[in-house]
């Protein structure tokens, strides 16, 4: 069974950083590497939106409200995935999920909470 772990959440002022992490665990490195990953959040009242996906063979997606200031990247030795947020506003403030996903198989994290503010 794969699980997800995320980490790094917390408060942040506006215009500081944060860097969320997301540790695989079940799966091996190689296995790993052949899933997409992406980053999502989801704001009290809101429905989940995607904030980063890596596809594979394919370019990186973000969402239109982080696009520039938001990085995904990842480490398959690490079965590690990262979202690497700057310039945070309040309106990023949110739970955020990482998810690994294939044609056949969908996972996501507990969440970690985010809260800019001054």
């Known amino acids: 069974q794969v699980q997800l772990v995320e980490s790094g959440g917390g408060l942040a002022q506006p215009g500081g950083s944060l860097r969320l992490s997301c540790v695989a665990s079940?799966?091996?490195?190689?296995?790993?590497?052949?899933?997409?990953v992406g980053w999502y959040r989801q704001a009290p009242g809101e429905q989940r939106e995607l904030v980063a996906r890596m596809v594979l063979g394919a370019s990186t997606i973000y969402g239109d409200s982080v696009e520039g200031r938001f990085t995904i990247s990842r480490v398959n030795v690490k079965k590690t995935v990262y979202l690497q947020m700057n310039s945070l506003q309040p309106e990023d403030t949110a739970n955020y999920y990482c998810?690994?996903?294939?044609?056949?198989?969908?996972?996501w994290g507990q969440g970690t909470r985010v809260t800019v503010s001054s």
């Open positions: 079940g799966i091996g490195s190689f296995t790993f590497s052949l899933y997409n």
């Open positions: 998810n690994v996903e294939s044609a056949t198989l969908n996972y």
